[in-house]
Nanobody
Framework: QVQLVESGGGLVQPGGSLRLSCAPS????????MGWYRQAPGKQREVVAT???????NYADSVKGRFTISKDTSNNAWYLQMNNLKPEDTAIYYC?????????WGQGTRVTVSS
């Protein structure tokens, strides 16, 4: 079992930045893919960024060049640095952990981009 706790959401103006954190606990050494997803009002949950193999990253086209996923090896947490935020980035952001057997989700953190 893996438990995930996100933090770092909030209200930010367009063009601003936020950093989301995901703190895992439990069977953290079973995690093979770390990720961030988001769900905007009225839309399906979509992948934002993933990190696998310790260094292989993938990003949604809509966030490339603005968002960065990274991991802190000292505490196994991972982060999503979000720069140049746009109103269309407004959503609830979820961190995700995949093991060989199943996936786990955090409770979500709300990000609102508005002037």
């Amino acid at each position: 079992q893996v438990q995930l706790v996100e933090s770092g959401g909030g209200l930010v103006q367009p063009g601003g930045s936020l950093r989301l954190s995901c703190a895992p606990s439990g069977s953290i050494f079973d995690i093979i893919v770390m990720g961030w997803y988001r769900q905007a009002p009225g839309k399906q949950r979509e992948v934002v960024a993933t990190l696998s193999g310790g260094h292989v990253t993938n990003y949604a086209d809509s966030v490339k060049g603005r968002f960065t996923i990274s991991k802190d090896t000292s505490n196994n947490a991972w982060y999503l640095q979000m720069n140049n935020l746009k109103p269309e980035d407004t959503a609830i952001y979820y961190c995700n952990a995949e093991t060989h057997w199943e996936g786990y989700w955090g409770q979500g953190t709300r990000v609102t981009v508005s002037s």
